[in-house]
């Protein structure tokens, strides 16, 4: 578990990492494949094509965090990290992955979930770009509906799937990072809107970088206060709005 310079939160933890879904701009993936075995790059190379392929690691490496670059893992030995910090803390959970994504096992998460109800101290925020396994543990009664989990969805532009909430029972946002078009956030919700915004652009100079307009974000600003909903805007949006951003929290 490490701090953080994600600005919504105070700490990052990774007992799963790695992803699949092949977002142009994901810096996840560069910082993994930075950290990751050189021996295990070499045969990543010669077997690109296994997609599915999952990894175990038990113990840490400190010199190779990520050993198998971006390659859905499990981090085991990570998982009574939560535990062992009594300060409690907001925690981002898996920053460097989709823990949602349709090729994580069912068990993986579970696990997952377990740590974080083992260490109640703290405050869990989850993300994902793909909410429908959100929506598939709830239908198995698997999601849990605890206090301090927030389940939030990632989203760039309109067409992301955002809309599966049908009950106010969970905590749920929306984080809006690298924003790349402009988004309603009240078409395609149902009945039930976000309980917080997060709204961000693209850092780095990747080529191809979209800058969000003003008054996309002016759009989504005066939305979140017509329905009294909580705005964090991170620093990467000064450029645009100005020093004086929005920094809100629903708790
Ligand atoms: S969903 Fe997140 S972690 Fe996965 S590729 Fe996209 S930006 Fe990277």
């Known amino acids: 578990m490490n701090e953080t310079k994600i600005e919504w939160c105070d700490m990052s933890w990774n007992p799963v990492t790695g992803c699949l879904h092949k977002c142009e701009y994901c810096y996840a993936r560069r910082i993994a494949n930075r950290f990751k075995r050189p021996f295990e790059a070499i045969m990543f190379e010669n077997t690109v094509e296994e997609s599915d392929r999952l990894f175990e690691v038990d113990e840490k490496d400190v010199k190779y965090p990520y050993p198998f670059a971006f390659k859905p893992t499990f981090h085991t030995y990570r998982l009574n990290e939560p535990k062992i910090k009594t300060k409690s803390r907001t925690i981002f959970v898996c920053s460097m992955a989709d823990l949602f994504g349709d090729w994580v096992p069912e068990e993986w998460i579970l696990k997952v979930f377990d740590a974080c109800k083992a260490a109640p101290q703290h405050k869990y925020l989850f993300l994902t770009k793909n909410p429908k396994r959100y929506l598939e543990l709830e239908k198995k009664r698997l999601l849990p509906w605890e206090d301090n989990f927030w ?36 078409t395609g919700s149902g009945v039930i809107l976000p309980e917080w915004v997060i709204i961000g652009a693209e850092t780095g100079n990747r080529k191809g970088k979209v800058v969000p307009e003003r008054e996309w974000l002016r759009k989504i600003i005066e939305d979140c206060r017509t329905y009294n909903i909580p705005v964090f805007m991170k620093n990467s949006l000064k450029p645009i709005w100005g020093q004086r951003i929005i920094t809100e929290y629903p708790w």
């Open 151 to 186: 389940f939030g969805t990632s989203v760039t532009k309109p067409d992301d799937d955002f809309a599966w909430f049908r009950e106010k029972k969970f905590h749920w946002f929306i984080s809006m990072e690298p924003l790349l078009e402009g988004i309603d956030i009240t």
